[in-house]
């Protein structure tokens, strides 16, 4: 079975400043990857997927992760925080096993201004 | 297209009551998801199903029941609330052979009393 470790419960930035959210991941197959964000009281959102093609994933509101086989990780950075970023983010990993997505226990960003 | 849509969107229950959540895709996909979301806790699978007639058990299924007899409709029951499922529940679908992300529904926040 697949399954994911988000190893910061909690990432405080300043705007402007880089963010950088870290996933690992273990999988018997190739996996897909793929990172959601959810903003309060809302439902989930996708920023950006990897399924075999490129290994630098390019996502939506400039974010970016990169998807590292050797140490089974996909940390997903954004260059410059911005206010609106502030949210809970979730690493999600699915494979051929059964393709069930198996959910992190989700990273909460706060933006300071 | 609608994508995913569940309802109802919020649902108070008394212990002991049952109630059916619905969820409906119109994307023609193959596989159907429902979760379960608890603060600090990401979501957790409770069924899925990977086309019309096959359903299968996920991480937290005790206590829930679900039917596929479409490919458009996989609704959750819950037969006999407990204070244990107050919860906020998604359903998501996804096409398998494109290998395409999961798709959510807004989400059903259900409080049992």
């Known amino acids: 079975a697949q399954s994911v470790t988000q190893l910061d419960s909690h990432v405080s930035v300043s705007e402007g400043t880089p963010v950088l959210l870290r996933c690992n991941y273990s999988?018997?197959?190739?996996?897909?990857l793929f990172w959601y964000v959810q903003h309060p009281n809302k439902g989930l959102q996708l920023l950006l997927k990897y399924t075999s093609a490129a290994t630098l994933v390019k996502g939506i509101n400039g974010f970016e992760a990169e998807f590292k086989k050797s140490e089974t990780s996909f940390h997903l950075t954004k260059p410059s925080a911005h206010m609106s970023d502030a949210a809970e983010y979730f690493c999600?990993?699915?494979?051929?096993?059964?393709?069930?997505?198996?959910f992190g226990a989700g990273t909460t960003v706060t933006v300071r201004a | 297209n609608a994508g995913v849509t569940q309802t109802p969107k919020f649902r108070i229950l008394k212990i002991g009551q049952s109630m059916t959540l619905q969820c409906t895709q119109d994307m023609n996909h193959n596989y159907m998801y429902w979760y379960r979301q608890d603060p600090g806790m990401g979501l957790k699978l409770i069924y899925y199903s990977v086309g019309a007639g096959i359903t299968d058990k996920g991480e937290v299924p005790n206590g829930y029941n679900v039917s596929r007899s479409t490919t458009e409709d996989f609704p959750l029951r819950l037969e006999l609330a407990a204070p244990s499922q107050t919860s906020v529940y998604f359903c998501?679908?996804?096409?398998?052979?494109?290998?395409?992300?999961?798709?959510f529904g807004q989400g059903t926040r259900l409080t049992v009393v």
């Open positions: 999988s018997s197959y190739s996996p897909s």
């Open positions: 999600v990993v699915s494979d051929q096993s059964d393709y069930k997505l198996s």
């Open positions: 998501a679908s996804r096409n398998i052979i494109m290998n395409t992300e999961a798709f």
